[in-house]
């Protein structure tokens, strides 16, 4: 029986939970001091005072000290674009110079462009583009990340790029649970039909998704120029009949009543959020959908962050993401996410800490499973190299991970 016990933690951040934490209660970390873990076959078995640990879970085991240093859950990115080809740097360019994302899609760039990069890669070279990222995140502490297709826009290369991600699931350490976001644009070849390339995307990819299981979720994105509440609603209700779970880009750019369509329909998540409305947002609330909020991308675009603290003062369950992508939000840094969410959206650390962890699992409909160091849980922890996970934001800007656990494996460590 494989054994790993991590002992003598300053502070062990245990996250204690298994759904989303709302309101109030993101600020509530249940620390253990000089904590202790004990993960048997991938599974957390113990968690307690170092001191505590029973005499049976001793014998024949692989011990990691943490003496001096602060031990999480493993970080949930739960709102990723990773698998792409091609990159934007042109466009980035184009909007350090005051070009909007709206003029950058009317110039010919935006989401188009990494369409026509990604139809020409092949899978291969998507994998391998794919680990190289993933390896990345996994240095900042990423065990559970959330990827979407939505850059083939056609048969062929939607079920590539969630292809590629069931690979990716298998190959590396990280889980990987895929989402299928076919209306994520409308392509060159239905501009002006897009209530065609709707029923395209219903009628000739979707079932497909379902078939291969391919994907665990549905996304659409929701926004003014992209795809209506109506044509929005369609898909997604398709996608729920046939046993996906649903996610929306919703009220970005403009309040068009995404946050609202993602209560109506009971999605899981709905994410971005910059422009909801009160009554979007308290639907959500009633309706026990996650807010997950994508820092990073409002950073980049210059745009007025997201109201987290009306969210989660209002009793939201609020997640965060890094929303990686090649065009609007090119990094999976999640020591970035973090500066912005404690600096700029003015959430306490203990609630962004949350935000990363239990609710981003949750966000992912797998709050039972991961997300926070309990019982029964998958062994996915993080070992910082402060005492404290005050530290965690104090560094800003730079990762503090020094070791990353995944299902009772040392995955990752810095020094090695």
Same mark, same amino acid.
């Given at each position: 029986m494989k054994r790993t016990i991590v002992k003598n933690a300053s502070q062990l951040i245990t996250c204690s939970g298994y759904k989303a934490k709302k309101g109030r209660e993101m600020n509530e970390l249940a620390i253990i001091e000089d904590g202790a873990v004990v993960i048997e076959e991938g599974i957390i078995k113990w968690v307690g005072k170092t001191s505590d640990i029973p005499t049976q879970y001793k014998r024949v085991a692989e011990e990691i000290d943490a003496t001096d240093k602060t031990v999480l859950p493993g970080f949930v990115d739960s709102h990723t674009h990773f698998v792409f080809g091609g990159y934007r740097e042109e466009e980035y360019s184009w909007r350090l110079k005051g070009n909007s994302? /709206? &003029? *950058? /899609? &009317? +110039?010919?760039?935006? !989401? *188009?462009?990494?369409? +026509? &990069?990604?139809?020409?890669?092949?899978k291969d070279c998507l994998i391998r583009s794919g680990m190289d990222r993933l390896n990345s995140m996994l240095s900042f502490g990423v065990t559970t990340v959330e990827g979407k297709s939505g850059y083939g826009l056609d048969? $062929?290369?939607? *079920? @590539?790029? $969630? &292809?590629? /991600? @069931?690979?990716?699931? !298998?190959?590396?350490? *990280?889980?990987v649970i895929p989402t299928f976001l076919g209306a994520h644009a409308v392509p060159k070849e239905y501009k002006g039909k897009e209530d065609k390339y709707i029923d395209f995307i219903i009628e000739n990819v979707l079932p497909h998704v379902v078939d291969g299981e391919l994907a665990e979720f549905c996304d659409v994105f929701c926004e003014e120029n992209v795809f209506s509440i109506d044509q929005s609603h369609k898909v997604l209700s398709a996608a729920k009949k046939l046993g996906l779970k649903l996610k929306i880009h919703a009220d970005e750019i403009v309040q068009i009543g995404g946050a609202g369509l993602a209560a109506s329909l009971g999605a899981i998540s709905a994410d971005h959020l910059l422009m909801a409305s009160n009554k979007g947002l308290d639907d959500m609330a009633k309706k026990n959908v996650i807010a997950t909020l994508l820092p990073g991308t409002a950073f980049t675009l210059k745009e007025d962050f997201a109201r987290a603290r009306y969210m989660i003062d209002n009793n939201l369950a609020v997640a965060l993401a890094t929303d990686f992508n090649p065009g609007s939000c090119f990094t999976e840094s999640i020591p970035l996410i973090i500066a912005l969410a404690t600096i700029y959206m003015n959430m306490s650390i203990e609630e962004t800490i949350t935000a990363l962890t239990i609710n981003g699992?949750?966000?992912l409909d797998r709050a039972e499973i991961i997300g926070s160091i309990d019982v029964n849980k998958k062994g996915d922890i993080v070992i910082h190299e402060y005492p404290s996970y005050k530290f965690i934001p104090y560094h800003i800007g730079v990762s503090t991970v020094e070791k990353v656990i995944k299902n009772g494996q040392l995955v990752y460590d810095k020094y090695e």
């Open positions: 994302y /709206m &003029e *950058i /899609m &009317e +110039k010919g760039g935006g !989401i *188009i462009n990494t369409v +026509k &990069e990604t139809r020409r890669e092949s048969y $062929l290369t939607e *079920i @590539k790029q $969630l &292809e590629v /991600m @069931k690979k990716l699931n !298998i190959r590396h350490d *990280i889980d699992a949750a966000a």
